[in-house]
């Protein structure tokens, strides 16, 4: 049977997760399409649950012993047989009625020759990227979803078990960098994986290494300033090709990754979901230790590219004033709203007066402005009321997945009956902006106090 894609899901001990996918992936009727599992000899009974299945196009591998989760994204990768291979982790959520999209994307890569690619957002929908400017997205797009390989390119890569064995965050970096390099990269958008998860991460323990040391742990910046020092330096040793334009273009990218990846640290130490989540207590970050992060960094940059110093003092500005603007009154402010906001509708049990309130201002349509986590909270709200959200509008719309469309506040945006602002700031700047776009704009406030 010729597969256009194949969906390789990993799977270790979570049975439940695992069979959601597969069951819903095979909903779909469409013979293009091969599901393959790679079971890491859990105790779970996935394996057990798997094969009672019947369907042609699933295909089930158990591992003898466990081989660890890198080396069983490979070998998940390894046997797949479609044409594009598709990298999904067991436990997304994914919208089975945006099949025939990525279908349609995938055959636009063929056409184009793409030979790595990312099922994200980009602007102007699905392009095909030149290396720099592929090589600085994609490696900034760190979830393992969403990843597609053309089988035979990534069969070509005689090294790749070899980067599934190293210790790093996402060795499927390593992958793209060798593939951006030697073929023509793609991003497309097809809305198939959403951002919710099948599994609460609060109630899944994580397989990454645990560390007491959170200086040591995954995803912290001391991680990170090694894995994007390391890319650097392979990009700068080897002979990409690169034009001295086309290097900048990667350094300013990957600066902006390092800036984010400071502050992000922030938010993940204090989300205590996500801490759980990889066996750490929820703590609070301090400004100090962001300052002693950021110039951890810069000591590396400079050693690596001290010709850069133009590029490195506005990363050290831009990262110091989003740092000082993290501990101000006003993002403390903001904050304390935005939660009390986020609770408030998480608490809207009274649907009739949902109801009624966009009923009496003859609102059946609507689009969501933010797509953060209180726009989120807003779009569950309404869709349990059976209020329709066409899209959501969102200045991140590059790094959001979602069932909605997001679009970039400078795109042709669809009529509907009105626009809601998720936003607890720039409220009064947004409505201005749209005014005569949308004839009904109604912040979240307002629609808080109402409800």
């Known amino acids: 049977m010729n597969y ?10 979570n049975k439940n997760a695992v069979i959601n996918m597969v069951m ?3 909903s779909c009727e469409l013979k293009e399409i091969q599901i393959v599992v790679c079971d890491d000899a859990s105790n779970d009974g996935t394996y057990e649950e798997l094969i009672k299945i019947k369907d042609k196009r ?8 466990n081989i ?14 479609g044409e594009y291979l598709y990298l999904a982790m067991g436990r997304d959520l ?9 279908i349609e994307m995938l055959r636009i890569f063929e056409n184009e020759n793409v030979s790595i690619a990312m099922d994200r957002k980009y602007e102007g929908g699905i392009q095909v990227l030149k290396k720099a400017e592929a090589l600085g997205f994609m490696i900034g797009a760190h979830h393992p979803t969403g990843l597609i390989l053309k089988r035979q390119a990534f069969y070509e890569l005689s090294n790749r078990e070899k980067y599934f064995k190293l210790n790093t965050i996402y060795p499927e970096n390593y992958i793209k960098k060798e593939l951006i390099m030697n073929y023509t990269a793609g991003i497309g958008y097809s809305g198939l994986f959403t951002d919710k998860s099948i599994v609460a991460l609060g109630k899944l323990r994580s397989r990454v290494e645990v560390s007491k040391n959170l200086k040591e742990a995954y995803f912290s910046p001391s991680q990170q300033i090694d894995e994007g020092i390391n890319m650097l330096k392979m990009v700068r040793k080897l002979d990409f090709g690169f034009s001295k334009d086309e290097y900048k273009s990667f350094y300013q990218s990957m600066l902006r990754q390092f800036s984010d990846w400071i502050l992000i640290w922030k938010e993940h130490c204090e989300n205590m979901d996500w801490m759980r989540h990889y066996g750490f207590r929820e703590r609070m970050v301090s400004k100090s230790e962001l300052l002693e992060y950021l110039r951890a960094f810069e000591d590396e940059l400079r050693k690596l590219e001290p010709e850069e110093k133009e590029e490195n003092d506005k990363f050290h500005n831009s990262t110091i004033k989003m740092i000082e603007y993290r501990f101000s009154e006003n993002y403390s402010f903001r904050t304390g709203l935005k939660m009390q906001l986020f609770q408030k509708l998480v608490s809207v049990s009274n649907k009739d007066k949902v109801k009624k309130f966009f009923h009496e201002k003859y609102i059946s349509s609507v689009a969501i402005y933010g797509f953060g986590e209180v726009g989120g909270a807003l779009v569950e709200l309404l869709q349990e009321n059976n209020i329709c959200v066409k899209y959501a509008i969102d200045r991140e719309y590059l790094h959001r997945y979602s069932s909605l469309d997001i679009l970039s506040p ?3 945006l669809p009529s509907v009956d009105a ?8 409220v009064e700047e947004i409505k201005h902006i749209f005014q005569y776009q949308y004839n009904k704009i109604i912040s979240i406030e307002e629609l808080v106090y109402e409800l």
């Open 410 to 412: 400078n795109d042709d």
């Open 58 to 65: 699933l295909k089930i591998i158990c591992n003898e012993k």
């Open 24 to 26: 819903a992936l095979l």
């Open 419 to 426: 626009l809601l602002i998720s936003l607890v700031s720039e």
């Open 4 to 13: 256009k894609v194949s969906f390789c899901i990993p799977s270790y001990k």
């Open 68 to 81: 660890g989760a890198k080396l069983n994204w490979n070998k998940v990768l390894e046997a797949g047989d």
């Open 94 to 102: 994914l919208v089975v009625s945006k099949m025939n999209r990525l």
